[in-house]
């Protein structure tokens, strides 16, 4: 896209957000031209905060589904807008509600613990809600030496390397696949050959092998973090693309390199200017969730947050 629609489309977003009282919120891996119009960008559980505390109707939420629909269940009063929803999460789609069901029967009495990544009806099950960066500090808050987690089998692993405790993954395989193939052992030694001397940087999405091979595990904005505080001019980011922009507008001074360029998510990169437009304007599509589900979501997720504050 030129940059004069480009900036068209800034002007237009502008005079809508004002016209409708909206705020954007955006995640970190979303297109550069979409995090620039944003008010607020952030990983998910930043993003679950900002939406608590923002005194606007309405929230366009630049995203993926579940994230939208945490903004939503977090604020029942607000309008909460997604540009587009079909823009969802396959991680989020490897767990069912009746996987959650069959799990805990076969676990009686073991907590469930879910990432935020998954869908609605499975968190309305759950006695926990993690994001990345809150999993291994709730888990090891918790009186019990066991417990169930999902849908993310790399995150479980490493909620157990950090907490020390039991966690059994559920389902067994469940992944995020830009994590789980596009970021592997050859892509790291392939950017660190690239880059001698770079600090290297992992999501926890990624596979324990890869993991065990990075100077620093952490959410994405624990990465962002670690790129404006730890020594050392160069990094590579061990997750999606969309994380290099964020960190090189945040820290100009440094140098930061994606581990693979071709790690893109690409329902995080359906949200476009254009759709953010289109949506403020016909204040559509709209984030619905069935009232009683959503009650007891925000139940969960709020006791979660407090856990771990
Ligand atoms: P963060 O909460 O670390 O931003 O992760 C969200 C996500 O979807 C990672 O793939
Ligand atoms: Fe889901 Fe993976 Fe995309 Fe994150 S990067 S939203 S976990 S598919």
Not at 269 to 284: A, E, F, G
Request: hydrophobic fraction near 40%; charged fraction near 25%.
């Amino acid at each position: 896209m030129g940059e004069g629609s480009v900036s068209r489309l800034r002007s237009e977003i502008e005079a809508l957000k004002k016209k409708r009282n909206a705020v954007i919120l955006a995640h970190n891996y979303q297109v550069p031209e979409v995090q620039d119009v944003a008010d607020f960008v952030g990983d998910s559980l930043e993003l679950a905060k900002k939406a608590l505390e923002v005194d606007a109707d309405v929230i366009v939420f630049a995203g993926v589904r579940f994230m939208a629909e945490t903004a939503a269940i977090l604020n029942p009063d607000k309008t909460v807008l997604h540009p587009d929803p079909t823009a969802g999460c396959p991680l989020a789609d490897f767990l069912s509600a009746d996987d959650v069901r069959r799990a805990r029967e076969e676990h009686p009495n073991t907590p469930l613990v879910l990432y935020i990544n998954s869908g609605t009806e499975a968190k309305a099950l759950a006695d926990y809600i993690v994001t990345s960066s809150s999993a291994s500090k709730l888990v090891s808050k918790l009186s019990t030496d066991k417990v169930l987690f999902g849908p993310d089998k790399n995150l479980a692993g490493y909620v157990a390397e950090v907490t020390g405790k039991e966690v059994i993954p559920v389902p067994r395989h469940g992944h995020c696949p830009v994590h789980e193939y596009l970021i592997d052992e050859v892509h790291l030694e392939l950017a660190k050959s690239e880059h001698p001397g770079a600090t290297v940087l992992v999501h926890p999405e990624v596979r324990a092998e890869v993991r065990r091979m990075a100077d620093f595990v952490g959410s994405t904005s624990q990465m962002l973090r670690a790129v404006g505080t730890l020594q050392g001019k160069e990094f590579i980011l061990g997750t999606e693309e969309g994380l290099s922009y964020r960190a090189r507008v945040l820290y100009p001074d440094k140098k930061v390199y994606p581990l693979n360029p071709k790690a893109v998510c690409v329902n995080m990169k359906k949200i476009t200017l254009l759709k953010i437009v289109d949506s403020l304007n016909r204040m559509k599509p709209k984030v619905v969730v069935e009232p009683a589900l959503a009650s007891r979501v925000r139940e969960v997720l709020e006791e979660s947050l407090k856990i771990i504050r």
